[in-house]
């Protein structure tokens, strides 16, 4: 039996937490209209709230596990229009350093800010299709290529960046590398102009000679395979860090549809359109039904999200689970806002508004981490029991 | 039926479509960024000629009718639906002056279009019309238009014409950026206003066909601009467009954007014909053109994958204008509900047949 009643404490950290989104939602349109800015560190209303690692710490041993809270706390976050009050210190290479990084590399890096340099101009979905090379030259790996829509790109220390060191190995010569900002021949080439998501910086980068040392090879195994059929350690350890993070990412999306729907059914309450809930199916207006296709559409979605983070809480496979979240978040995520909008009318375009921007802002979610299409590929493979190979 | 185009259209469907591919579509971002398209380029939309096709040629315009003017329109929206909406002075306010008086009113006012900068803007106003010559009032959010000189309103009711009391407040929106943005408030005693639901009901018809005409043409390059990109970007070892997924999804874009074309230029020609049934197919093929923005313009940006999510691609550009032009002429329920009418009426006409 799953439950997922919250005790008081971890009630008390989710209302803290909307608390804090609320507080920087004066924020938001500003970094929205000036993408060329970076988050500060900290804004000064941060100082109000205990540090999210803070409040964890406080709740008893015994509450509900904290993946799953981890995900309720992002969707609360991205519930509200607002931007991080104080920036994270740990980013996607850090999960990545962790998952597959030695103790020692764990140990000399892990206090630095790391992106994940993962896609190419060319090399989306497709990573084994990726073009940048790593050749060891003596003592130094040399590494050659470009990489694109780097989250955190401008703002981090560092990135680990997929390579690969034999193409003829094909997914299995794919090695992760850290590259620290500063060394000759890596490049920030530009901060990217999205459709949304302004606040998160994102950067592509250009590798050309960039010389790096050979113990920068995360997990240490310099081991070429043979062939296409010889897996890499590497490779697989970072991918692991991706079934975590697609539930995190869909969490985000159903933050966004419910941060739509909640201001669309209050909006439309002070104007005095009040939604009767024990309405029959033959009494409901349009607007009454929309409403309650949403709010129902948006918990199924979150119940994706926490199966498949009870799952990995338990230590269990969650791969099917994880793909299903993410595929069901991203359709939310497009749907959700724009049947917000549609309640709100013409109004809703406004910036006076925050829906468009949920609407904007969600739109990434089926698209990164994975996008729906692979998504869908992940789960039919799954569930008919077939390959890679067998599925593609 | 005739689905045929004449020399005439040939000659206009070119000479726009070159239009939109010169002028426009290289600079959509520079429109963007400036919130209009600047007056040097709407001086050689007017030296065209086809400022105002399908307004009536006593009133200035040049009386081809709502057909061209939906084709014309898809045809410009395909570069830019703001730019399009920039570029058009009258509609679709001026529809409503048509529906109602016709242009002897404007005349009577000193209001000649074709010898005028005039420029008109459209708000809807549910309490249009239920007290003609009475003063209104209003606060309207958000409409894609820069400050006009002629503010037409339009209800259920009635309709009303306001050339001073109102003021445009600049603001910032999600969409159409090239067409401006603006709130407006009024409060003034209209030059004219009318009360006749039915005239109404007809104004609105055409209205809601000139923007689902701009749906049209946004979601026809962006089912377009997808499948060139889907041909072209390999992923697995062959072009994405040969995984069913996604060559699935393309078949579903193009058929989406076809109907809608048929079930535009269909209600387009019954407006123009006069035709009892033209107020519920406008009305549902505006319904269709919502119901098909929200499938087509995300899912441009979808094969795209991140690179539609970045504005080096116009695909974001246009899944935010599609959606932006599905929420204007009362939006996407209450077509749904006239459409529903108009059905029901086209039925019973059958049945006693």
New interface residues.
Partial sequence: MVDFTLSDPDRDILSGVAEEAKASEKYA?HYD?HEDEILPKAFVEAAAFPSLLERMRRRPSDDTPSVIMQMLIRIEREAHNGVPLRQAPSALGNAALGAAGTPAQQKRWGHLMLAMSI?EP?????TK?IQTTAVLDGDEWVLNGDK??VTNGVRCHGTIVWATVSKAAGRGGIKSFLVLKGTPGFELVRK?????IRSSDTAAYAFRDCRIPRDHLIGGDERVPQSADEGSASYKGVLKTFNITRPTVAAGGIGKALGAFRYARDRLAKEGIAVDWDKGPHDRT??EQTLLELEADIEAATLTVLRAAWLAARGEPNNLEASVAKAKGGELC??GP?RA??LL?????????PV??F??DG??T???EG???IQ??VIARAILGYSSAEL? | MDFARGESDEIIAETIGRFAADELRPRLREFEAARTVGESVRERFAALGFEALDIAEEAGGAGLGLLARVRTNRLLAEADAGAALALDRFAPAIYVIEAFGGVEPLKSLGMNLGQSDLRFALVTDPGAGDVAGVRVAGHVAWIPAAPADVLVGLGPQGAWVLKDGFAFEPVRGAALHAAGASAVRFDGTPILAWHDPMRAARALARIRIYYASLIWGVLSDAAGFSRSYALDRVAFGKPIAHHQALAFLIVDMYVAVARLGLLIEDAAMAIDAGEGRAVGAAAAAFVDAIEASRFVGPNGVQILGGHGFMRDFPVEKAMRDCRALGLLAGGCDSAREDAGAGLAATISERIAA
């Fill in positions: 349109r209209a896609t060319g090399a989306g979905s497709d299709a694109i829509f990217e102009k999205k459709l949304g349009s607007t497009r749907s724009q909008m549609e009318g013409a109004m809703s375009l406004s910036h006076d508004h468009e921007q609407l904007r739109r990434i089926d698209i990164y996008t729906g299409q869908r590929l593609s």
